[in-house]
């Protein structure tokens, strides 16, 4: 059988029952779409996961403090109250660790934030840092600037907001720079206010207030602990080694010996990438598989319908082979018909995957990634299902007996 006569023989099949194609066609359309849409979704989502991750940092590890487990106890302690970490520690990651690019100390507190003026006011968490806290935390402004050495050696009561914090205390698209706001029972000036980063799954990095560390520790927490240290190493494969030494020093400045009963914490930045990557991978690959069900329904309607056209048109086959027809021109023909189903369906599916991902990034809020591997994924599966599900039906017509074909009634 000619190729031309395939083409010609195939669209004259679909066209005398457009109804029943169309719907045919449709069932496959939502499921390519709903797999495109569904993947996109997942990777946008690991994709803006990743982003609000590095956006705190690169080749970063946190060093929190915790309460040492004693001997014999059950329980150990949370890193809420724990002050078993001091700006000495830091100094000494700093000095010994060759493979530190720069260190970040940080001590946090919950507070009362009041607007003088008006008394709007907001419950945010304070910051107390350093000026190399911006660098290492890829802190960028809006507007303003950043604290700087002498704010720190001086004590001064100086602040950097985030803009969510300028939105509760000033309202949006008001300039905060030079207002004063009350924190805890003392004056603030606003000096700054960061460019907007989002939420990053742990917290918002817009809704906080950045003031010097020394103030935070004089008039805050009372102390010199520090909530956390921010270690930045200069390349990402040295992350693990570094992170051994780190732990390795610290161990040995607090004389603990078991690294179970260690006081502090060491987060690897990397580690929660990998971890986060792998949730929602697999968030991803359920996704799929939910829309992968509405594809194999659209698979089982075209096998239905293939099976409905041969038994209407039994007598049609029995006449091509008593004409000479062979069983590979009658199974080539279901076939092409099949498959041409799945090809028409899978075009119109991919657009319809490419406009659900639009419209849920523009209405859902949520961000979504259209890849190439996606839809290539989506057709080749379209395209499989067009040959499996056809198949059946197109060796079922190719076996009939001419001669029964023909006495069909």
């Given at each position: 059988?000619?190729?031309?006569?395939?083409?010609?023989?195939?669209?004259?099949?679909?066209?005398?029952?457009?109804?029943?194609?169309?719907?045919?066609?449709?069932?496959?359309?939502?499921?390519?779409?709903?797999?495109?849409?569904?993947?996109s979704?997942?990777?946008?989502?690991?994709?803006?996961?990743?982003?609000?991750?590095?956006?705190?940092?690169s080749?970063?590890?946190?060093?929190?403090?915790?309460?040492?487990?004693?001997?014999?106890?059950?329980?150990?302690?949370?890193?809420?109250?724990?002050?078993?970490?001091?700006?000495?520690?830091?100094?000494a990651?700093?000095?010994?660790v060759?493979?530190?690019?720069?260190?970040?100390?940080?001590?946090?507190?919950?507070?009362?934030?009041?607007?003088?003026?008006?008394?709007?006011?907001?419950?945010?968490?304070?910051?107390?840092?350093?000026?190399?806290?911006?660098?290492?935390?890829?802190?960028?402004?809006?507007?303003?600037?950043?604290?700087?050495?002498?704010?720190?050696?001086?004590?001064?009561?100086?602040?950097?907001?985030?803009?969510?914090?300028?939105?509760?205390?000033?309202?949006?698209?008001?300039?905060p720079?030079?207002?004063?706001?009350?924190?805890?029972?003392?004056?603030?000036k606003?000096?700054?206010?960061?460019?907007?980063?989002?939420?990053?799954?742990?917290?918002?990095?817009?809704?906080?207030?950045?003031?010097?560390?020394?103030?935070?520790q004089?008039?805050?927490?009372?102390s010199?602990?520090?909530?956390?240290?921010?270690?930045?190493?200069?390349?990402?494969?040295l992350?693990?080694?570094?992170?051994?030494?780190?732990?390795?020093?610290?161990?040995?400045?607090?004389?603990?010996?078991?690294?179970?009963?260690?006081?502090?914490?060491?987060?690897?930045?990397a580690?929660?990438?990998?971890?986060?990557?792998?949730?929602?991978?697999?968030?991803?690959?359920?996704?799929?598989?939910?829309?992968?069900?509405?594809?194999?329904?659209?698979?089982?309607?075209?096998?239905?319908?293939?099976?409905?056209?041969?038994?209407e048109?039994?007598?049609?086959?029995?006449?091509?082979?008593?004409?000479?027809?062979?069983?590979?021109?009658?199974?080539?023909?279901?076939?092409?018909?099949?498959?041409?189903?799945?090809?028409?369906?899978?075009?119109?599916?991919?657009?319809?995957?490419?406009?659900?991902?639009?419209?849920?990034?523009?209405?859902?809020?949520?961000?979504?990634?259209?890849?190439?591997?996606?839809?290539?994924?989506?057709?080749?599966?379209?395209?499989?299902?067009?040959?499996?599900?056809?198949?059946?039906?197109?060796?079922?017509?190719?076996?009939?007996?001419?001669?029964?074909?023909?006495?069909?009634?």
């Amino acid at each position: 059988m000619l190729i031309l006569d395939l083409f010609q023989e195939t669209y004259s099949a679909l066209a005398s029952n457009k109804s029943r194609s169309f719907l045919t066609i449709l069932g496959i359309v939502i499921g390519i779409g709903s797999v495109i849409a569904m993947v996109s979704l997942g990777q946008g989502t690991t994709a803006s996961v990743t982003s609000s991750i590095q956006s705190l940092g690169s080749n970063l590890l946190v060093v929190s403090p915790k309460f040492a487990r004693n001997v014999g106890s059950v329980v150990k302690g949370g890193a809420g109250s724990a002050t078993t970490l001091v700006s000495a520690d830091a100094d000494a990651i700093k000095e010994n660790v060759q493979s530190v690019a720069e260190v970040a100390s940080a001590v946090s507190s919950r507070q009362q934030v009041k607007v003088i003026s008006s008394g709007n006011n907001t419950n945010t968490t304070i910051y107390g840092v350093e000026e190399i806290y911006s660098t290492v935390k890829n802190i960028t402004l809006q507007t303003g600037s950043f604290l700087n050495t002498t704010h720190v050696k001086n004590l001064s009561k100086v602040a950097v907001i985030g803009p969510t914090t300028r939105d509760d205390l000033f309202g949006e698209n008001v300039d905060p720079i030079g207002q004063p706001i009350r924190i805890g029972s003392l004056d603030y000036k606003v000096i700054g206010m960061t460019a907007s980063k989002g939420g990053t799954g742990m917290g918002s990095s817009d809704d906080l207030i950045y003031i010097p560390i020394t103030t935070a520790q004089r008039y805050l927490t009372g102390s010199d602990s520090l909530s956390n240290i921010s270690v930045q190493i200069t390349e990402e494969n040295l992350m693990t080694a570094a992170q051994e030494q780190i732990t390795s020093l610290l161990l040995t400045r607090h004389k603990i010996a078991d690294s179970a009963n260690a006081d502090f914490s060491i987060m690897n930045q990397a580690d929660i990438m990998d971890t986060m990557s792998s949730v929602t991978g697999t968030l991803t690959l359920l996704l799929a598989a939910i829309a992968g069900i509405s594809l194999l329904v659209g698979g089982i309607g075209i096998m239905n319908m293939m099976l409905t056209t041969v038994t209407e048109r039994t007598r049609e086959i029995g006449l091509r082979k008593s004409l000479g027809a062979k069983n590979g021109d009658i199974s080539s023909q279901f076939l092409a018909e099949s498959v041409a189903l799945t090809f028409i369906g899978g075009v119109f599916g991919i657009l319809l995957g490419f406009i659900s991902s639009y419209l849920i990034t523009k209405f859902g809020g949520t961000n979504t990634v259209v890849t190439s591997s996606s839809v290539f994924l989506a057709f080749g599966v379209s395209a499989a299902i067009g040959i499996v599900f056809g198949y059946y039906p197109a060796r079922r017509a190719a076996k009939l007996n001419p001669i029964d074909a023909l006495r069909y009634e």
